[in-house]
């Protein structure tokens, strides 16, 4: 009777001593690992270390038409900012400065319950000028189409104003009862105007790119530790997959014989 083919496979079970003799055997391949991810995470932590950023925010109080409630929907206002003067910026700078990154970035705000807009930008007290530049060009063009709104509503109610008045002298001079309502109306009407055009706030800029604390980021000891931690890692995992790479090759060529 034939008996079965032993099998030339090892048995699988492995202990803690055969996994210390695999890293000694392999200890080469462990170091030579780690050692290459400490050094790539020691040369990134170096190549980012520069100068440290600050956050520098300028303020605009909106044009209102009355206190707290603004002249143009804040939403409106931020929009045109980031779909219309916020690109254009960007791709002049580009075409004067001849590069692909701009060395800071904005965000556009508005506080809750109010009128402001902040203008929020991370640089180096190197680029600062570029910041100022950056936040006047933006509000600029803010306060030019404010300015615009602006004077539209003043003449506005200015005309409406006018012609109320007219309206108000004309029945002032008519001797019958409805005439002293119609005045009442006219005089109550033209009291709402004048007071809309006194309530009419011109937007102004509170301050410019004032220089917060600086930006925390990730320091070059904690990326360090973490390149030795990730280096061990992937050592003992370069380690292991060597030896069972020399295993299979063993078992491959003990059956071809």
Same mark, same amino acid.
């Given at each position: 009777?034939?008996?079965?083919?032993?099998?030339?496979?090892?048995?699988?079970?492995?202990?803690?001593?055969?996994?210390?003799?695999?890293?000694?055997?392999?200890?080469?391949?462990?170091?030579?690992?780690?050692?290459?991810?400490?050094? +790539?995470? /020691?040369?990134?932590? =170096? $190549?980012?270390?520069?100068?440290?950023?600050? !956050?520098?925010?300028?303020?605009?109080? #909106?044009?209102?038409?009355?206190?707290?409630?603004?002249?143009?929907?804040?939403?409106?206002?931020?929009?045109?900012?980031?779909?219309?003067?916020?690109?254009?910026?960007?791709?002049?700078?580009?075409?004067?400065?001849?590069?692909?990154?701009?060395?800071?970035?904005?965000?556009?705000?508005?506080?809750?319950?109010?009128?402001?807009?902040?203008?929020?930008?991370?640089?180096?007290?190197?680029?600062?000028?570029?910041? +100022?530049? /950056?936040?006047?060009? =933006? $509000?600029?063009?803010?306060?030019?189409?404010? !300015?615009?709104?602006?004077?539209?509503? #003043?003449?506005?109610?200015?005309?409406?104003?006018?012609?109320?008045?007219?309206?108000?002298?004309?029945?002032?001079?008519?001797?019958?009862?409805?005439?002293?309502?119609?005045?009442?109306?006219?005089?109550?009407?033209?009291?709402?105007?004048?007071?809309?055009?006194?309530?009419?706030?011109?937007?102004?800029?509170?301050?410019?790119?004032?220089?917060?604390?600086?930006?925390?980021?990730?320091?070059?000891?904690?990326? +360090?530790? /973490?390149?030795?931690? =990730?280096?061990?890692?992937?050592?003992?995992?370069?380690?292991?997959?060597?030896?069972?790479?020399?295993?299979?090759?063993?078992?491959?060529?003990?059956?071809?014989?």
């Amino acid at each position: 009777m034939e008996q079965p083919q032993r099998s030339t496979y090892q048995d699988d079970e492995i202990s803690l001593v055969d996994l210390a003799i695999i890293l000694i055997r392999r200890r080469w391949w462990l170091i030579g690992t780690a050692g290459v991810i400490i050094l +790539l995470t /020691l040369a990134f932590a =170096l $190549l980012t270390h520069g100068d440290p950023e600050y !956050q520098y925010t300028s303020i605009y109080q #909106q044009t209102e038409a009355e206190p707290g409630r603004p002249l143009t929907s804040s939403a409106s206002v931020i929009q045109q900012m980031e779909s219309l003067d916020w690109p254009n910026y960007q791709r002049r700078y580009k075409e004067e400065n001849k590069v692909e990154i701009l060395p800071f970035d904005l965000e556009i705000n508005n506080p809750d319950n109010t009128t402001l807009v902040t203008l929020n930008s991370t640089a180096t007290v190197k680029n600062r000028d570029q910041v +100022l530049n /950056l936040h006047e060009t =933006l $509000l600029g063009s803010v306060i030019e189409r404010q !300015q615009q709104v602006l004077e539209r509503k #003043q003449s506005q109610l200015e005309r409406s104003i006018e012609r109320t008045s007219t309206q108000l002298e004309r029945v002032e001079n008519t001797d019958s009862e409805a005439s002293i309502e119609l005045a009442a109306n006219y005089a109550d009407r033209l009291f709402q105007l004048e007071r809309e055009l006194e309530n009419l706030t011109e937007g102004e800029v509170i301050e410019y790119a004032a220089r917060g604390e600086e930006v925390e980021g990730i320091s070059s000891i904690m990326i +360090l530790v /973490l390149g030795i931690v =990730l280096g061990g890692i992937a050592g003992i995992m370069m380690a292991f997959f060597v030896e069972f790479v020399c295993r299979v090759r063993e078992s491959l060529a003990a059956e071809s014989k």
